[in-house]
């Protein structure tokens, strides 16, 4: 937004990401459980009140209608516009945006941006494809990313290996955020020796859906309560698809610009900033390979090198573009309408200071990307 009003993060909040089904001894929660837990935190953290709140924006995908009016209700209803945001696995970021422009635009002045989710079993079932091409089988995650990872290998050269060497990074990161889903680290045989689920990823190559809840609140920067250390959101930006490219490794193949590209383009505008400003970077890992392409089409590095930097370890913590620093989707787990404000409340954490044993030294300025079906991409740069 051009002579937009800057837009601070207040404070954040994050559940521990998991499975909550209460069963095998697991407690039970239910989405709007973990959903209000994170606002509490980030409240707390803003050392706000939450009648300070003046719109929410709700982040979802499988908690059916009015979910962001029942998480809100567990705190307390106060005639405040609450907007229930589905936009796949961008959808808390989605949710970002919004309330980041409300309050750019001088509209509000505290917003709430929220995601939350208890994801359903098994193989994510999206209903982003037409119904006969689900029929086929064509929204099997797993074998969609076969097919993109497939032709990646083709173009680049890049390995089973490669791809193994990001889980185990991603993995060995989580083991030190308490609220990661999987908190043990696995070694590059352990990750090869898995079974394969769709060739050529093994099972160590997708990420573990899980439920939980993140939020943040947002504010001008003359509301903010802590001035010390405050970080400014300097570019929210989401763009969608264009003719040519089909979600899922469709067979169409125009050359028209890819939705990360078009995205990573606007950020770099709207922020001042350019690839060699970003500190640390959360990138999309749904299936391991994803992270690689997803450096590479973000303009941190070219097509093809990223595996080659992967092994130089240019993406570890102390490496010169940390990326996925608090395990990424492949350890701290997906819940889907929680995960992209997950992905920024990393981000916010480290440009701060405040992530503990994985912290960045030094960072100033961060960059969170998320993908979506439809498809919709994501892209959030936060900076101190």
């Known amino acids: 937004m051009k002579n937009a009003r800057e837009v ?73 516009p609450i907007v229930n945001v ?22 509000h002045d505290v917003v709430l941006a929220v995601g939350f989710e208890t994801m ?34 083709e173009e680049t050269g890049a390995t089973v290996e490669d791809f193994s060497r990001v889980t185990v990074k991603n993995r060995r990161n989580g083991a030190l955020n308490p609220n990661a889903r999987l908190q043990k680290p696995v070694t590059l045989e352990e990750v090869l020796g898995s079974r394969v689920v769709a060739k050529p990823l093994h099972l160590l190559h997708a990420c573990p859906l899980a439920d939980g809840g993140a939020a943040v609140v947002l504010c001008s920067k003359d509301r903010l309560k802590q001035k010390d250390g405050a970080v400014s959101v300097a570019a929210s930006v989401l763009t969608s698809g264009t003719y040519g490219h089909e979600y899922g490794g469709g067979s169409v193949r125009i050359k028209t610009p890819d939705t990360i590209e078009i995205g990573v383009e ?68 997906h819940p889907l309408g929680a995960t992209a404000l997950a992905q920024i409340v990393e981000i916010y954490t480290q440009v701060r200071g405040e992530a503990g044993p994985r912290q960045v030294p030094d960072a100033k300025t961060g960059l969170a990307h998320a993908m979506g079906a439809g498809p919709n991409s994501s892209i959030v740069i936060l900076k101190k």
């Open 8 to 80: 601070v993060i207040a404070g954040a909040g994050l559940t521990r990401f998991n499975s909550y089904d209460g069963r095998k001894g697991r407690p039970k929660k239910e989405f709007y459980d973990l959903g209000s837990e994170a606002i509490l935190k980030a409240l707390t953290h803003a050392q706000m009140e939450w009648k300070e709140i003046q719109a929410a924006f709700c982040g979802n995908v499988y908690c059916g209608t009015a979910a962001g009016h029942q998480t809100i209700g567990k705190i307390g209803m106060t005639g405040i």
């Open 86 to 107: 589905e936009n796949a696995c961008s959808s808390g970021a989605s949710a970002f945006r919004l309330a980041y422009q409300m309050i750019a635009a001088e509209i």
């Open 120 to 153: 359903p079993r098994g193989f994510i079932m999206s209903t982003a494809w037409p119904e006969w091409q689900r029929t086929m089988g064509f929204n099997v995650q797993p074998a969609a990313y076969a097919m993109q990872t497939l032709r990646y290998m």
């Open 266 to 333: 606007q950020a770099w505008e709207m922020s001042g900033c350019g690839p060699e400003d970003i500190d640390v970077v959360q990138a999309y890992d749904t299936m391991s390979p994803g992270e690689l392409w997803d450096i590479e089409k973000l303009g941190l590095c070219k097509k093809g090198e990223a595996p080659h930097l992967l092994r130089q370890g240019a993406f570890d913590l102390d490496g010169k573009c940390p990326v996925n620093t608090d395990g990424g989707l492949m350890s701290r787990g």
